[in-house]
């Protein structure tokens, strides 16, 4: 069965301060997909990034960079230069490629809440 | 830039009353779920629908629940016969194709009084 593991319930940090969120998975797939979401106040999920199991190159997107390694089965989220717009809770999430004909579901981590001070 | 809607915003009903709650995904997504989030606690899977049927449902989807996509833009939950338990914010989400990153709508909050 697979499990995601958000283990920092919250973190607060003051603005400018760089952060890292933490994430473990587990699945039994060799093939296997990880997200990060994010949750502002306003309570929408936006995505963020998408990572396949083939590819642990790790990746920044401007002030974001996420730190992939599958020896460790960790997906980490590191914010640079922290804003106070970056406050939100956030999400990691897993999903398993299947077989056969069908979808792929989301299994969401607790969350991680960000509190960005001014 | 295309975005998965829900309506309504906020839905408040009575323990025992039927509801539907109605989600337009992205027009060219072939992928379509249902999740709900409890009030503080973690996204949960619901179900997923493709090509008109139920793809996979967890232990949550149970009888009471119901998923249709009566016309090609709207993709509707219909909980029966609701409890004070069903209380939560309820995302739709559409995907392209397999394994695609999901677009979540702004969700349903839904109160069960």
């Known amino acids: 069965a697979q499990k995601v593991t958000q283990a920092q319930t919250e973190i607060s940090v003051v603005e400018k301060e760089d952060v890292t969120l933490d994430c473990v998975y587990e699945?039994?797939?060799?093939?296997?997909?990880l997200f990060w979401y994010k949750q502002p106040p306003s309570g929408e999920l936006v995505f963020l990034i998408r990572?396949?199991?083939?590819?642990?190159q790790n990746e920044i997107s401007g002030r974001y960079s996420w730190n992939f390694q599958k020896s460790t089965s960790s997906f980490n989220f590191t914010i640079t230069a922290s804003q106070v717009v970056d406050s939100a809770v956030y999400f990691c999430?897993?999903?398993?490629?299947?077989?056969?004909?069908?979808?792929?579901?989301?299994?969401f981590g607790t969350g991680t809440r960000l509190t960005i001070i001014p | 830039e295309p975005e998965v809607t829900q309506t309504p915003s906020h839905q408040v009903t009575q323990m025992g009353q039927e509801v539907i709650l109605r989600c337009v995904p992205i027009?060219?997504?072939?992928?379509f779920y249902w999740y709900r989030q409890i009030l503080g606690q973690k996204v949960e899977f619901l179900v997923s629908f493709y090509n008109n049927e139920i793809s996979e449902k967890s232990e949550i989807f149970d009888d009471q629940f119901s998923v249709e996509r009566p016309d090609g833009s709207n993709f509707t939950l219909k909980i029966r016969s609701t409890k004070l338990e069903d209380s939560a914010m309820y995302f739709c989400?559409?995907?392209?194709?397999?394994?695609?990153?999901?677009?979540f709508g702004p969700g349903t909050r839904l109160t069960v009084t």
């Open positions: 990572r396949n199991s083939f590819d642990e």
């Open positions: 699945t039994r797939d060799t093939t296997y997909y």
């Open positions: 027009s060219n997504h072939l992928y």
């Open positions: 989400a559409s995907s392209e194709g397999r394994a695609f990153e999901q677009y």
């Open positions: 999430a897993l999903s398993e490629a299947i077989s056969n004909f069908g979808n792929e579901k989301l299994t």
